[in-house]
């Protein structure tokens, strides 16, 4: 081999090394640019989605109490809640004595009441409107009092006849105060 040659082999291998060296430096610089980059675009991300959740998350808890809500009354109202909540509650009555008799106690005012609650209601049904009968009662009063003779209201104490009242006649007049005060 000859001196060139042999030359232009190491500057060949320098300048490959150097080059390889460029181009992993290269590529080093680029990865942390790259991952710098995907770091500040990862926290914007992040960022942005905290806020619109944030923004939301009134909105988000309102429609799932109201969905809650409405299933839940749903449920209430059905049938098979009814008939579930029946038997639960037969179930500790008959396990529960010390519950069990306070409960039944309660049913039983509680019972009683509605009962006479009803009894009262079904016999002012029957006996027609009470409002009614009673307004007739009233309005058979005020007849016999217009038509009975005056001398029997004075001695009822309708009408307390006065000095005055003699001498006007019977007539009774209103008086007047005048007030000064403004």
């Known amino acids: 081999m000859s ?15 150097l080059a390889q060296r460029a181009t992993d430096y290269i590529q080093d610089a680029s990865n942390k640019a790259a ?3 995907a770091l500040t675009l990862g926290d914007q991300i992040a960022n942005y989605t905290c806020d619109n959740l944030n923004a939301e998350i009134p909105r988000i808890i ?32 008959l396990q529960d004595k010390e519950y069990s008799e306070k409960f039944l106690s309660k ?16 016999d002012k049904k029957e006996s027609g409107t009470d409002e009614i009968d009673r ?12 038509n009975a003779p005056r001398v029997a209201q004075y001695a009822a104490g309708y009408h307390k006849r ?7 006649g019977g007539k009774r007049t209103k008086r007047v105060r005048f007030s000064t005060k403004k």
């Open 3 to 17: 001196d060139t040659t042999l030359i232009e082999e190491l500057t060949g291998q320098a300048v490959g090394g």
């Open 35 to 37: 991952r710098a980059k």
């Open 62 to 93: 309102d429609s799932v109490i109201h969905t809650t809500e409405s299933k839940l009354r749903t449920k209430i109202d059905s049938e098979e809640f009814t008939t579930d909540f029946i038997n639960v509650l037969q179930t500790k009555l």
């Open 107 to 122: 049913f039983d005012r509680l019972f009683d009441m509605i009962i006479k609650d009803a009894k009262v209601r079904h």
């Open 135 to 146: 307004l007739k009662v009233e309005i058979a009063e005020l007849k016999h009092k217009l």
């Open 162 to 168: 006065t000095k005055r009242s003699r001498m006007s």
